[in-house]
């Protein structure tokens, strides 16, 4: 389907829920902590690449993923009824032969979900494209959004060198194209490609934009991160965390894609929070929510506010539920949100946070027009750096 058209459908989906994220960001600032809305599984580290800037992949052990009979029962509990955006990622999660069950799994026990989204490497085509292809059909026959992103950090060789993987980008292709003619067939169902740049494949961002759009499959670009409990990763921040030539060129990249992109746009509102970041010496300005709405699971059942929170204890010890409430997480939190937030450059469900945010968000509006009009001004138009929400 087109990407406006399931735009389209997001955002009805979303404007439904509008009075509900009024009284909740009344409620988690004045009164009682919230329940999630957004969760990331990280359903498993195993994984089919050897990736240079994310080291899941060393962590991959399957007998410590929490199994689908392990994983039914921590979900049991109207706790997490008010989750709406899922996110399944890992590691790689079409290496889980029962993905397509742990997402029938998800929708039983998650009632006010709007959207799953889904980020594979393709890497596995003859696996992948089977398993994927029955999640969408069953999210179609549900009338739920699904959106999956095949990775592809590069055209040809300089992909395969990235993902440490023979002909990766030949199989990657072959999961792209599957994706996208079943996207043709189906309405509720958005695909594209994500791509991590930093210094490997900077020569190649430019080509894998092009190559997306003879393609015409749509494409996000990833600003390279380093965190733990998700890439586990913050030890190559030293080797291959951006110098002023990939922030240079990054931050260019991305005024040119806020250029491009229709303001409306969730990538726009992120890419220019990118390079305003880049320019500013990396304070925040987007919103997040998992400041107040979130949870991050871990194969091994280890719980976590978010990408960058320390684990609040395990599912299979604890219920989700005591450990999210509990005085001392929320007293992490706190934490977090004074010390972390304001450098983080998580994008996790940004457009989550942004549209519930009315006022910051007619502020984004307004600064990215002056942008498209004339990115020479991106410097005099940066904001005070307030403080993120
Ligand atoms: C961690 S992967 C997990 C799913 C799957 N294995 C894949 O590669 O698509 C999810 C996304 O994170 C991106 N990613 C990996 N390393 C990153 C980094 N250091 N900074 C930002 N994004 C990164 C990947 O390219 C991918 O699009
Ligand atoms: S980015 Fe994805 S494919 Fe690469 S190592 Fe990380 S989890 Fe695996
Ligand atoms: S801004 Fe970053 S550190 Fe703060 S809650 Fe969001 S993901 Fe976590």
């Not at 009284?23 to 600032?29: G, I, K, L, W």
């Not at 220019?272 to 300005?285: E, P, Q, S």
């Not at 502020?363 to 990215?368: D, G, I, N, T, V």
């Amino acid at each position: 389907m087109s990407t406006s058209t399931f735009r389209l459908q997001y955002l009805a989906k979303a404007a439904a829920g509008v009075p509900r994220d009024l009284v909740n960001t009344f409620v988690s600032a004045k009164l009682h902590p919230i329940r999630p809305t957004v969760l990331i599984y990280n359903c498993t580290w195993v994984c089919d690449a050897k990736c240079t800037m994310c080291s899941n992949w060393k962590f991959g052990d399957r007998k410590s993923d929490m199994t689908l009979a392990q994983l039914e029962p921590v979900f049991d509990n109207p706790f997490w009824t008010a989750v709406e955006n899922l996110n399944i990622s890992g590691g790689e999660p079409t290496t889980r032969n029962d993905l397509p069950d742990m997402v029938e799994m998800f929708h039983r026990h998650l009632p006010r979900v709007r959207k799953i989204g889904i980020n594979t490497t393709g890497l596995t085509p003859h696996r992948a494209i089977p398993m994927l292809t029955r999640i969408v059909e069953f999210c179609a026959a549900k009338g739920l959004l699904i959106s999956i992103r095949v990775s592809l950090d590069g055209i040809g060789d300089i992909h395969n060198q990235v993902r440490n993987v023979k002909r990766g980008f030949d199989k990657a292709c072959q999961t792209i194209e599957a994706m996208q003619a079943l996207a043709k067939k189906h309405d509720n169902f958005q695909f594209g490609i994500a791509a991590t740049i930093f210094g490997t494949n900077m020569p190649d961002a430019e080509n894998i934009l092009a190559w997306a759009r003879a393609k015409e499959i749509d494409v996000v670009f990833n600003m390279l991160r380093f965190t733990d409990a998700m890439l586990h990763n913050k030890e190559l921040q030293e080797t291959i965390g951006f110098r002023e030539r990939e922030e240079t060129f990054m931050r260019k990249f991305f005024l040119d894609r806020v250029q491009e992109e229709s303001v409306l746009s969730g990538q726009a509102f992120m890419y220019l929070h990118y390079a305003d970041m880049i320019a500013n010496g990396y304070k925040r300005t987007m919103p997040c929510p998992f400041r107040s709405q979130g949870l991050l699971l871990n194969p091994n059942g280890d719980l976590h506010y978010c990408e960058n929170s320390e684990k609040l204890g395990n599912v299979l010890d604890d219920s989700a539920e005591t450990l999210y409430f509990k005085a001392e997480s929320l007293a992490h939190r706190e934490h977090l949100k004074e010390k972390v937030c304001p450098t983080c450059l998580s994008p996790c469900q940004v457009n989550v946070g942004a549209m519930k945010q009315f006022v910051p968000y007619a502020r984004f509006l307004k600064r990215a027009y002056q942008v498209k009009r004339d990115p020479q001004r991106h410097l005099d138009t940066l904001p005070v750096a307030e403080q993120v929400r």
